[in-house]
């Protein structure tokens, strides 16, 4: 049996959640789920620079598990690139490392922001 999975640490929450190739209706393309975590790997490799060492570390995993990630989070990309296919960002177990969270609310779309004190707490 395997071991269970560790919450990988995400500072950054995704600001765009989709993409997808101009000029075709999404009705007609496939879909490339790309897990946050996997977003923050890209996020932290490929744009801040980090060894993936340093990245791990930011993440909470090991190096291995990183490397695994961010394999996985290229591979899917590269085909959503490639193929022409919607690349939509979600899921993944994940855990906040920031001062303050935000969350998009799914019937209004509107961003809400909630300090970690307040949550720690029980209120809002």
Same mark, same amino acid.
């Given at each position: 049996m395997p071991r269970p999975q560790k919450c990988r640490r995400v500072n950054h929450n995704p600001k765009y959640?989709?993409? $997808?190739?101009? !000029?075709?209706?999404i009705s007609d393309l =496939?879909?490339?789920?790309?897990?946050?975590?996997?977003? =923050?790997?890209?996020?932290?490799a490929d744009l801040e620079n980090f060894y993936h060492e340093e @990245? @791990? =570390?930011k993440m909470n995993v090991s190096r291995q598990t990183f490397g695994n990630i961010i %394999?996985? @989070?290229?591979?899917?990309? @590269?085909?959503a690139l490639l193929? !022409? %296919?919607?690349?939509?960002?979600?899921g993944g177990d994940i855990e906040f490392n920031t001062a303050t969270?935000?969350? *998009? *609310? $799914?019937? *209004?779309? %509107?961003?809400?922001f909630t300090s970690l004190e307040e949550d720690l707490n029980?209120?809002?």
């Open positions: 959640l989709s993409f $997808k190739p101009i !000029g075709t209706s =496939e879909i490339v789920i790309v897990t946050i975590d996997e977003f =923050e790997a890209i996020r932290l @990245a @791990a =570390e %394999k996985s @989070a290229r591979n899917k990309i @590269a085909d193929h !022409g %296919k919607v690349i939509n960002v979600s969270k935000d969350f *998009c *609310c $799914k019937s *209004c779309r %509107k961003k809400h029980g209120e809002n």
